[in-house]
C-alpha cells in the first residue's frame, strides 16, 4: 500500500469520506461542510497536479479533518479507510476532469474515472454490506459527475435534464459517462444507497488556472494574450462552486438513493462574453492604461468542442427546495476578487509542468483572428 497518511486529531463527530478533497471543487466542499455541519471528514487525494494541501491550509490541527495521501485505485487503502474510520457517508470527486488533457492523455482519464470508481463503489458496497440496523440505512454513496455526458445541444434545444441520453464526445466525458453507469449499476444490481449528480461549470476560488476563467483573469492581470477557442460562441451554463457544495449537502441529506440530480447556475453564456466580463472586472478592479479587452485572440478550435451546454435543475428544485443563491455577475466579481488577493496562491500552483501545459496547449496553437479592438 503506496499511501501517506496523516491524522491531526481523531474526533467522536460521524464522518465522511471525501476523495479529491484537495482539489477546486472538492476543497471547497471540505471547508463548506466543516462550517456547515456537525461531522468530521477524511480526505483522500493523491495530489496529483491538481490536488493542492494549500487549498486547505485553514484547517491545520482542526480535528475534525483527516488526510490521507492516497490513490482512489487501490483497494486495500480504501478498504482499510472504510474499516478504521466508518464514515457513514462517501462523497466522490476525483477525477480527472480537463478536456483538452483527455485529448492528449486519454489513458490517464479512463484509470482515475473508470477503474477508480468502481474500486470506491466496490469497496463501499463491501463495507455497506457489513453494516447492521440504523448506520446501513444511513450509508450513502454520492458520486459527483458532469453535464458533459450528456453531448452538446443546439441552439434551441432544451437543456439538459435526468433523463437526456447519453452522447459524450470526448475522451474525459466518455469516462465519466462510464463512471455514471457504474454508479447507476451499483444501486440497481445490489440496492447500494447510490446518488450522482451531474453540474455544470463550476468556477470560484482555489480553481486550477487551466481552465477558463482563473487563466484568463490571470493573463489578463499579466497583459499576456486571452486565448478563445474558434469564434468564441461555445456556451456553457455556469455554477459558482459554493452554490454547487450546498446543493451537495442538500442532495446528501434529502436525496433518494438511485437517483440522479442535475445542478446548474441558470447562467448560460457564450464564452466570448465570460471572458470580456472577465477584461472589464480586471479592468475596474486592476486598471492600467488601455483595455485588457485588447488582449482577447482567437485560436484554432479544440477537437469535438461542444458547442452548448444548459443545465435544467427543475428536479432538485422541486424535489429538495434547492437553488442557486449566486448570479454570476456577482459570482464572478467573487471569485475575480480571490485571484488578485491571493497571488501567493497563484505562484505556488504556477510550476514549471504548469507552465509547459499552457505553452503545448494554447501557445501552440493558430492564432485565427484576433478581437480587433487592439487600436
Keep these: 500500500m503506496n499511501s501517506t497518511q496523516i491524522i491531526l486529531k481523531s474526533s467522536t463527530r460521524d464522518l465522511i469520506l471525501v476523495t479529491g478533497g484537495a482539489g477546486f471543487i472538492g476543497s471547497n466542499f471540505v471547508l463548506s461542510w466543516l462550517k456547515n455541519t456537525g461531522d468530521s471528514v477524511l480526505n483522500l487525494d493523491l495530489l496529483t497536479y491538481a490536488g493542492n494541501p494549500a487549498n486547505l491550509a485553514e484547517l491545520e490541527g482542526d480535528a475534525c479533518y483527516t488526510f490521507v495521501r492516497g490513490d482512489i485505485c487501490d483497494p ?45 463503489l466496490e469497496q ?14 444511513r450509508f450513502r454513496f454520492l458520486h459527483v459527475s458532469t453535464d458533459e455526458v450528456y453531448g452538446t445541444l443546439g441552439a434551441g434545444d432544451p437543456a439538459f435534464c435526468e433523463t437526456t441520453p447519453y452522447a459524450p464526445n470526448s475522451p474525459y466525458a466518455a469516462s465519466k459517462a462510464g463512471s455514471d453507469h457504474l454508479a447507476r449499476a451499483y444501486f440497481h444490481t445490489y440496492k447500494m444507497p447510490v446518488l450522482t449528480t451531474n ?20 493573463n489578463a492581470l499579466e497583459g499576456k494574450p486571452l486565448p478563445v477557442y474558434g469564434d ?40 466570448i462574453d465570460v471572458v470580456t466580463a472577465i477584461c ?27 458547442r452548448r451546454y444548459a443545465i435544467d435543475a427543475a ?9 442557486p443563491a449566486e448570479k454570476f ?26 507552465r509547459e501545459w499552457i505553452a503545448q496547449n494554447y501557445a501552440e496553437r493558430r492564432e485565427v483572428h484576433g478581437l480587433g479592438t487592439r487600436d
Design 315 to 323: 428536479k432538485i428544485a422541486r424535489e429538495l427546495g434547492w437553488k
Design 199 to 218: 453540474c455544470s461549470n463550476n468556477y470560484g476560488p482555489f480553481q486550477f488556472p487551466e481552465k477558463l476563467i482563473p487563466l484568463m483573469i490571470l
Design 76 to 120: 486495500e487503502l480504501v478498504a482499510s479507510l472504510h474499516r478504521e474510520h466508518r464514515p457513514w457517508a462517501v462523497v466522490h470527486f476525483a477525477a480527472e476532469s480537463h478536456v483538452d488533457r483527455s485529448i492528449v492523455s486519454p489513458e490517464a482519464f479512463v484509470r482515475t474515472n473508470v477503474l477508480g470508481t468502481f474500486t470506491l
Design 329 to 354: 455577475e456577482s459570482g464572478l466579481r467573487k471569485t475575480v476578487r480571490w485571484y488578485l488577493e491571493h497571488p501567493e496562491w497563484v505562484e505556488n500552483v504556477r510550476t514549471g509542468a504548469y
Design 232 to 271: 468564441g460562441k461555445n456556451v456553457r451554463d455556469w455554477l459558482f462552486v459554493e452554490d454547487h457544495c450546498a446543493a451537495i449537502r442538500r442532495v446528501l441529506e434529502a436525496g433518494k438513493p438511485g437517483e440522479c440530480y442535475n445542478i446548474g447556475g441558470n447562467s448560460e453564456r457564450a464564452n
Design 124 to 137: 463501499a458496497r463491501l463495507y455497506w454490506m457489513g453494516l447492521n440496523g440504523a448506520e446501513r440505512e
Design 280 to 306: 472589464d472586472l480586471v479592468d475596474e478592479l486592476r486598471p492600467v492604461g488601455a483595455p485588457r479587452r485588447r488582449l482577447i485572440t482567437f485560436v484554432e478550435d479544440r477537437p469535438g468542442h461542444d
